[in-house]
């Protein structure tokens, strides 16, 4: 997992309730990356960012949002909106070249109660 | 558009038999292509990527993979199973000519190796 943490590492959430999961990477790498996994489909991409104070939607970022004010950090916030929130998020992290390796954090499961 | 397929929802071997877990993809140039395992509620971890050059890539661990553009496949491969190879494999691609940074992921395979 190097250089990437999240937490925490299992979350509960309400039904209407906004939660926030963090990613903070010390490897220095420009680009941040969320992803959601679920049972059988791979991976799928919500949010990704090549650069401080900018990021550009994936696949599935109907319900998520995210910044980037910091260069080790990407949080995401899982809105009301997003109707199937119950996952396990994985942040990832690269240098940010088109050739360069995604390394991943140990995850955040979220289940919606 | 990318795209790639693991056409085998899990894999079963016997401990000390080669294994090989199937990866096939589709981009309009030319792919990056990556392995990652997972272990159970764990983040993933990089085995080994092909960019160019030599079609037989060497990772982690003992894996391999080979490269053959004209099946556009990047099977991986291992000479002798440990059990505790039995996880998660996710096969990705990247389109180098797209400008893209995004990652396509497999649907995973499950290997097994059997004790």
């Known amino acids: 997992d190097g250089g990437i943490t999240q937490s925490p590492k299992y979350l509960f959430r309400k039904e209407g309730q906004n939660v926030t999961l963090s990613c903070e990477q010390n490897l220095n790498h420009d680009a941040m990356y969320w992803y959601r996994q679920d049972p059988g489909q791979g991976l799928r991409l919500i949010y990704y960012s090549q650069i401080v104070n900018d990021f550009q939607k994936g696949d599935i970022a109907e319900g998520y949002s995210v910044s980037r004010e910091k260069k080790e950090s990407f949080p995401l916030t899982v809105t009301s909106a997003q109707k199937n929130p119950t996952a396990f998020y994985l942040c990832?992290?690269?240098?940010?070249?088109?050739?360069?390796?995604?390394?991943f954090g140990p995850g955040t499961r979220l289940t919606v109660l | 558009a990318q795209s790639v397929a693991q056409p085998e929802d899990q894999v079963n071997v016997a401990e000390g038999n080669p294994l090989t877990v199937k990866c096939t993809y589709s981009v309009s140039g030319n792919p990056y292509l990556f392995w990652y395992v997972q272990y159970p509620n764990r983040g993933l971890q990089f085995l080994l990527k092909y960019i160019t050059g030599d079609n037989l890539v060497k990772g982690s661990y003992g894996f391999e993979a080979e490269f053959n553009k004209s099946q556009t496949s990047f099977h991986l491969k291992k000479p002798s199973a440990l059990v505790s190879d039995s996880a998660l494999y996710f096969c990705a691609v990247k389109d180098s000519g797209a400008g893209s940074y995004q990652l396509t992921f497999g649907k995973g395979t499950k290997l097994s190796v059997i004790p």
């Open positions: 990832a992290s690269s240098r940010g070249g088109t050739a360069d390796t995604q390394y």
